[in-house]
């Protein structure tokens, strides 16, 4: 019967100033001055250690979709390009040909660039991660 009331939710009411706690549970309903709060405890709770290299790689995230991401671009853009190549004649306009050939090049290069570093980059957020959790064994 003990545990069953410490593992119980609880609900908070904040009235001028003071906070009333009850065990019952009311509308979720946040009008004037009245702000309730529900507070659920847990079981158990792990903290983890990180260092500050750590931490900064994970409030940066994994720049590794961003990679992918303008990869699969430029690669579609110098694909559309390459095909406009193939299928038109530039014969008479040679400028357009050599803009559309220089978009093709770097579309390509640039994209392919991308990829190896998104194939490169992609596991060090999750390793960072792995790496944290691994302390607490």
């Keep these: 019967m003990e545990s069953k009331k410490l593992n119980s939710p609880t609900e908070s009411v904040i009235e001028k100033g003071k906070v009333i706690v009850s065990s019952k549970s009311s509308l979720d309903v946040i009008s004037g001055e009245n ?25 940066k995230g994994s720049p590794s979709s961003i990679y992918l991401n303008f990869s699969i671009f430029l690669i579609s853009v110098a694909v559309s390009f390459l095909i406009s190549i193939l299928t038109n004649d530039y014969t008479d306009k040679q400028n357009a040909y050599i803009v559309f050939l220089v978009i093709t090049i770097i579309g390509f290069i640039i994209g392919i660039f991308l990829i190896i570093l998104w194939l490169r980059t992609k596991n060090d957020f999750d390793e960072t991660i ?4 691994q302390r607490i064994c």
């Excluded at 158990?44 to 994970?58: G, H, K, V, Y």
């Excluded at 792995?130 to 959790?133: D, E, P, Y």
């Design 35 to 59: 702000l309730k709060i529900k507070r659920h405890k847990f079981d158990s709770l792990t903290l983890f250690e990180i260092s500050e290299a750590e931490l900064e790689i994970i409030e």
């Design 130 to 133: 792995k790496k944290i959790k």
